[in-house]
């Protein structure tokens, strides 16, 4: 605060101000006389506030502030009430950050008052605007002030192009003092043409070339032009082609029906993202806006609030885990069996989510990967001109290149005989030279002897001089030319463009009179609309605090009525399940009992221990023949192993071929050697 209070009475005792405050007297000033000191600060920006605060209503004082900084576009750290209630009342810490933010951004802040008198639109209910004659009255209104932002875009431009009119001035001055002196020359030229001979001929084959050398400039820019887009259009043909080649191989050996199955595939997934994946995110992020937007709207909170709200967290907390504990406790097998479907489903949705923020993950990295190789190409072409070859193309870039090489073998043959020739021409040349100096020698020698030396220097100096005059007259004749035609098309332009702002300007002055009568009526219209609105809007504000306040005791109260009329509900449910029990188990009828659940758990519990029984049984005769089993698996194991090795010996005495005979009888095999 007191760095605010230094800042500002520094500002005040400035100019234009020249207040002599010091820090004590400026933070004794009564309300009155600080919000006097506010409104001398806001006349500095706008003079339209340039007024005795003690000559009007402190409210009409109070809207008039407010108006003048939301034109201004001041962020107020309180809430609107407590802002205007500040303002009323001149409240010091309302008050100065205020005039600290206006000292701060005052030559901006005086910019903005001066556009806000011409661009802040005039507010016409939707009744009186029905009127014609006032709808064509709004829409001149609006079509100005869309003149008045374009010639104020223009102003500025020309203000920051560095432009003064003085200069400006200066510079018509002596363009029209050259403007004379030209004049005075072409007439002087004019006077010199007349005496020749088929002059107007020769003004006109001039003009003709001219106009020649004009066109040429722009036919040669538009074939520069041309080739520019024929360029393009290769290279985008390149590129379709290029496309186009990435599609073919992607397609080679896939049938009709691996496309129509990978488009479905793809469909699939797009729908899924589309109907699923991204509303759900969507959803989210509303959601977090809605909290976001309900933490910013509720009032600061202490720390009492605090603890209240982390008590009910607690409480509810509390509540849910009775919920789930007698959920746990009551365990219907129904239940459970739904517990093993929704865990799966929970699982495959889980995948499903994941399989989809893996494909977005892939298609963002192709799309940055793709990006990156676009970039590569690019710096490709800017390295060596042209795109990157590949295939077919590099092949056909290669023998076009053997055939360059061919060509520049021949012409730096070419290039070695044309040296050879240099050199026999320069030595040519010095031998000429050595001649003509001594011819030179010989005819200074030949001059002085008949007294007239320096004759040929002078001759040549001569043909020189006339040369360059030739050729100094004729540039001079061109640029007299093009300063005449360039005198008459800046006249031709100046003449257009009075002509075409003399209705401009006239259409312009009657118009400005009626803008100042529209102004000075939306000012009182503004002013007595802003006083109602300052009270419509300190009623409305208190009517949306009782509604905020009702509407959460109301969904409280709703909250409290569907948790307690579910609570009924499970409460009935399990009372019927109850009274349906008793009825069985005291019913007379046998078919009615077997539906009681004790009946079906006693049933269940018998049927468990006969088959438990069962399995003890077939448990104690296992254990009994386990013994006699085993042995007689290792005895089938030792007579698998004499066959095969009486197997393996019969296979090898028949490889033998010899006298040996084997007989066969029903009881034995024995073997005769």
């Not at 192709?366 to 077919?392: P, T």
Request: one cysteine or more.
């Amino acid at each position: 605060m007191s760095e605010q209070l230094k800042f500002i009475v520094e500002q005040l005792n400035k100019e234009p101000f020249k207040r002599s405050y010091n820090l004590i007297s400026f933070d004794s000033l009564e309300p009155l006389h600080l919000l006097q000191v506010l409104n001398d600060v806001l006349a500095e920006i706008n003079p339209q506030n340039k007024l005795d605060i003690r000559e009007e209503a402190p409210d009409a004082t109070a809207m008039r502030m407010m108006n003048e900084l939301r034109v201004l576009k001041y962020k107020p750290s309180d809430d609107p009430s407590t802002f205007r209630q500040g303002i009323v009342a001149g409240v010091k810490p309302v008050i100065y950050p205020i005039l600290v933010w206006l000292f701060q951004k005052m030559g901006e802040l005086k910019k903005r008052a001066y556009l806000a008198r011409f661009l802040v639109k005039l507010e016409i209910p939707g009744e009186i605007i029905q009127d014609n004659d006032v709808n064509d009255a709004y829409t001149q209104y609006e079509e100005m002030v869309e003149q008045f932002k374009i010639l104020h875009k223009e102003s500025t431009s020309l203000k920051s192009s560095g432009f003064s009119t003085t200069e400006i001035r200066k510079d018509i001055t002596q363009m029209e003092e050259e403007k004379d002196q030209l004049n005075k020359r072409i007439e002087r030229l004019k006077k010199k043409v007349e005496s020749v001979p088929n002059s107007e001929k020769m003004l006109d084959i001039a003009r003709n070339f001219r106009k020649e050398q004009d066109r040429e400039t722009a036919l040669g820019q538009q074939r520069q032009d041309q080739k520019n887009q024929l360029h393009h259009s290769e290279q985008r043909l390149q590129r379709i082609s290029h496309q186009l080649k990435d599609l073919k191989q992607s397609t080679v050996g896939a049938s009709a029906d691996g496309l129509i199955k990978k488009l479905e595939e793809e469909n699939k997934v797009n729908s899924y993202l589309c109907t699923e994946k991204l509303p759900k995110e969507i959803e989210a992020r509303r959601k977090a806006c809605r909290d976001l937007e309900h933490v910013v709207n509720e009032p600061a909170m202490g720390q009492s609030d605090l603890d209240q709200i982390n008590e009910e967290i607690k409480a509810v907390n509390a509540e849910v885990n009775g919920l789930i504990e007698k959920r746990m406790m009551r365990n219907d097998p129904v239940d459970d069996k739904f517990a093993l479907f929704r865990q799966q489903a929970s699982i495959i949705a889980r995948k499903k989510e994941a399989a989809a923020e893996t494909l977005s993950d892939a298609k963002d990295d192709v799309q940055q990967h793709q990006q990156e190789l676009d970039e590569k190409r690019e710096a490709a072409k800017g390295f060596q001109g042209g795109e990157v070859l590949k295939g077919d193309e590099f092949k056909r870039y290669v023998n076009k290149l053997r055939g360059k090489s061919t060509v520049y073998k021949k012409k730096r043959q070419e290039l070695a005989e044309l040296r050879a020739e240099y050199g026999v021409l320069s030595r040519t040349d010095e031998i000429l030279k050595q001649r003509n100096d001594q011819i030179r020698q010989h005819l200074a020698a030949v001059e002085a002897k008949k007294g007239i030396a320096g004759y040929h220097d002078t001759q040549e100096e001569l043909e020189k001089v006339s040369t360059l005059k030739s050729e100094l007259d004729e540039v001079k004749g061109k640029t007299l030319e093009d300063i005449s035609e360039m005198v008459q098309k800046l006249n031709t332009k100046i003449a257009a463009k009075k002509s075409a702002l003399a209705p401009v300007i006239k259409e312009l002055r009657p118009l400005r009179q009626q803008h100042q009568e529209i102004q000075q009526l939306y000012d009182d219209k503004k002013t007595t609309y802003d006083t109602m609105a300052a009270g419509f809007e300190s009623n409305r504000s208190k009517l949306e605090q009782d509604v905020r306040v009702l509407r959460e005791e109301c969904i409280q109260e709703e909250s409290r009525f569907h948790y307690l009329n579910c609570m009924r509900r499970v409460i009935e449910i399990q009372q019927q399940r109850v009274a349906d029990e008793m009825k069985a188990y005291t019913s007379s009828d046998p078919v009615e009992r077997k539906k009681a659940f004790r009946d079906q758990y006693t049933r269940k519990i018998q049927e468990q221990e006969n088959l438990g029984k069962s399995l003890r049984e077939k448990q104690k005769a296992v254990k009994e023949s386990h013994g006699p089993s085993m042995k007689q698996m290792k005895m089938w194991k030792d007579f698998q192993t004499l066959m095969d090795c009486k197997k393996d010996c019969f296979l090898q005495q028949g490889q033998e071929k010899d006298s040996s005979q084997v007989i066969r009888d029903d009881a034995e095999d024995r073997l005769v050697l």
